[in-house]
């Protein structure tokens, strides 16, 4: 009798475990596009951030970016893009360091980056002071 309680527990178990829903997973993390160092805020502000696809001659097309920064007092900036795919996963590309800007007080100015690759969808763009 105890023999039987325990199949039929398992087997109702096995029911219930194979009807329920699986978690729902998405194929790449949620990201905010703007990585901004709190000490950099207190001095400059995003004004604007761009981006739109760029057809090439060959086909397919890059994802172009241009942000505009206002500075709010003379300042040292160093920014880089991080891009990714449509899995989320990082797509390589040259000159991947920290590239370094000054900025006036009262001064806008402009910064843009391409895509290393026609596969990338999604960015990322880190603000810092240098080093």
């Not at 160093?78 to 001064?107: C, H, I, P, S």
């Not at 391409?114 to 810092?128: E, F, G, I, K, N």
Request: hydrophobic content about 45%.
């Amino acid at each position: 009798m105890k023999r039987l309680f325990i199949a039929s527990l398992l087997s109702v178990v096995a029911v219930l475990v194979g009807c329920a829903t699986p978690p729902e997973t998405s194929s790449s993390a949620a990201r905010q596009q703007l990585n901004v160092d709190p000490d950099v805020s207190y001095s400059m502000t995003v004004a604007e951030l761009f981006e739109e696809r760029v057809a090439q001659a060959g086909g397919g097309s890059l994802l172009h970016i241009q942000f505009a920064v206002a500075a709010h007092s003379d300042a040292e900036l160093a920014w880089k893009v991080t891009w990714f795919d449509a899995n989320g996963m990082t797509v390589k590309g040259v000159g991947e360091a920290y590239r370094r800007a000054t900025l006036l007080t009262g001064q806008t100015r402009y910064f843009k980056a391409v895509a290393p690759h026609s596969r990338v969808t999604d960015y990322q763009l880190h603000l810092r002071e240098p080093n």
